[in-house]
Nanobody, 125 residues
Framework: QVQLVESGGGLVQAGGSLRLSCAAS????????MGWFRQAPGKEREFVAA????????LYVDSVKGRFTISRDNAENTAFLQMNSLKPEDTAVYYC??????????????????WGQGTQVTVSS
């Protein structure tokens, strides 16, 4: 069983930056793809970014390409989401998630097996 804890959220002005961290405990998440999702009030949880276990492949939703960067440190059992040029529409609770085994995709919530509790990101205009 892997437990995930996100941190790094907060309140930032538009154009600012935040770095989210996702620390895993319980067992190593090496070998698992990791993803970041977000959920704004009244909206469904949506895919933001994913990274394969080796870090060799990264995926992003179009709205964050060029602004967000996903990375991971398998030795530290931690995944990261660097968010630059933040916009008010990025406001949401951000969740990290882990995929025990590849099942053909990275974009849906159903592709992931374990989740963190979320961290709030608020971008003011």
């Amino acid at each position: 069983q892997v437990q995930l804890v996100e941190s790094g959220g907060g309140l930032v002005q538009a154009g600012g930056s935040l770095r989210l961290s996702c620390a895993a405990s319980g067992r190593t998440f090496s070998g698992h793809a990791m993803g970041w999702f977000r959920q704004a009030p009244g909206k469904e949880r949506e895919f933001v970014a994913a990274i394969t276990w080796s870090g060799g492949r990264t995926l992003y939703v179009d709205s964050v390409k060029g602004r967000f960067t996903i990375s991971r440190d398998n030795a530290e059992n931690t995944a990261f989401l660097q968010m630059n040029s933040l916009k008010p529409e990025d406001t949401a609770v951000y969740y990290c998630a882990g995929q025990l085994r590849y099942r053909g995709g990275y974009y849906s919530t159903g592709a992931y097996d374990y989740w963190g509790q979320g961290t709030q990101v608020t971008v003011s205009s």
